[in-house]
């Protein structure tokens, strides 16, 4: 059976590590398939809120951020979704490129995309889903 | 999660303990700058402590290395795990840094 979970939250960085760990030990299925839960989707949640709370709200406090967990058998999708105006991730620029490797920012989506399975916005651009699946490596 | 600073010889070394994430990044750049503005030059951050590094992270990581560099000095890493080595090779920040395997191999010849 599926297990969700929503989260509204304030518009504060500092709430991340604590939002994270929250939904980290909500997926009890996930214990099961330990290094990637805990590197790609701990990493690829991060990098979700932060992206909303710092570029999508710009640092607003007055702004929310919600967070909408489902949790399957073979997945964990989680959305996360912002109240700003929205952007067109294809213009996010490789940070792995020589131009661009030793600037200090630009990491975040391209490590969204790099640890999770699926990686997909909304037309506007303030929402993003995140989709790891669980396969193969139970026990690890 | 917290840093803790000590001196080795005339290297300073940076323990991050928990994360180095958006929410505490800052505190580790300001640390490190104003060791620098003491006069520090030589600076091994050492992640035998760390759960995880996000984006964030690794951009102060980058920003504090050119911050060094343009004082003559030199940034190294240290005791970084698999996982936390998988971010560095994803992002080929890797080839940015001198990473070492543990605290005293960065020490070596710093």
């Known amino acids: 059976m599926d297990q969700e979970l929503i989260l509204e939250l304030p518009n504060d960085v500092r709430s991340i590590e604590h939002v994270v760990e929250y939904v980290m030990r909500h997926c009890s299925t996930c214990c099961d398939y330990a290094r990637r839960f805990n590197l790609n989707f701990r990493v690829g949640l991060t990098e979700a809120l932060s992206n909303a709370m710092l570029y999508g709200n710009n640092s607003d406090p007055q702004k929310r951020v919600r967070v909408e967990v489902t949790v399957r058998v073979e997945e964990i999708a989680v959305r996360v979704t912002d109240q700003g105006v929205g952007f067109d991730p294809t213009t996010v620029p490789d940070p792995t490129l020589p131009d661009n490797i030793s600037k200090s920012g630009g990491r975040g989506i391209f490590l969204m995309r790099s640890l999770m399975d699926e990686v997909w916005f909304n037309d506007q651009g303030n929402s993003v889903t995140l989709v790891l699946r669980f396969e193969g490596e139970a026990g690890e | ?110």
Do not use: H, P
Request: glycine share 8%; charged share 30%; net charge negative.
């Open chain 2, 1 to 110: 999660m917290a840093f803790q600073v000590s001196k080795s010889g005339d290297v300073l070394v940076i323990d991050v303990q928990g994360q180095l994430i958006v929410g505490n990044r800052q505190e580790l750049k300001q640390k490190v700058l104003d060791e620098l503005e003491k006069g520090e030059r030589r600076f091994v951050v050492n992640f035998s402590e760390t759960g995880y590094i996000d984006s964030s992270g690794l951009g102060v990581l980058v920003s504090l290395s050119k911050k060094i560099r343009e004082q003559e000095g030199e940034l190294r890493l240290a005791s970084l795990n698999e996982d936390l080595r998988t971010l560095f090779e994803l992002t080929k920040l890797d080839t940015l840094f001198t990473i070492a395997d543990s605290r005293e191999e960065a020490l070596e010849g710093l």
